[in-house]
């Protein structure tokens, strides 16, 4: 990320004998990583169907004006998706009144509003981090401890296991794991986690 100094790229590749290869910074690399996390729920369905029912709770201004709250607009930074999910279930009592009544095609179904449940404190300690990254004063060393304690809370959080524990992976019965990209966790660490969420998510 060059800021204001336009054309500093350009002028290096003009000028160098060899490839200039260009780093993204951690703040971009991380919402690049929520982004794929994302899109991996639910074969992406579950971003598609956020997106669409925001777009419409965006017009329906009978419904913003009796809630006095406006949904937020879906915004580059895939963190911000975060706020988006917290403004949802904070009106979800009143967003599930217009969806009975209105029956929008929009309305996410029952399994959307749990998994959204799961996932918001997920979302709500990334935004944390992605807050830190940007601050003027971190040094690179900094940066990585800040996504290395994301990471652990993370993993810690949800009891996430890496399957090069072979002995981990031989006394664990298959049907009991979900597995993504070298990591593998429990469906019922899953179960507890929306469990904690409170009891609505119950």
Known sequence: MIGRH??????????CSNLVLHIWCVPHQL???VKNATHGVLDEAFYKVAHAFFVHLRVQQIL???MGSKCPKDMA???AFGSILRWLLKHRCQLMIHVANKRPVQAPSM????IAGALAPLFERMAVTFATLQSPNLVISQQRQEVSNLMVDIAIGLDIRSTMDVALINEIDPTTIIQRDGW???KDVVIMH?????????
């Open 6 to 15: 336009v054309g500093v790229v350009t002028l290096l590749e003009n000028e």
């Open 31 to 33: 919402d690049i990583v």
């Open 64 to 66: 913003i004006t009796k």
């Open 77 to 79: 930074r895939w963190v």
């Open 111 to 114: 399994q959307w509003w749990v």
């Open 184 to 186: 593998i966790v429990t």
């Open 194 to 202: 929306i469990r904690d969420q409170g009891s609505w998510a119950r």
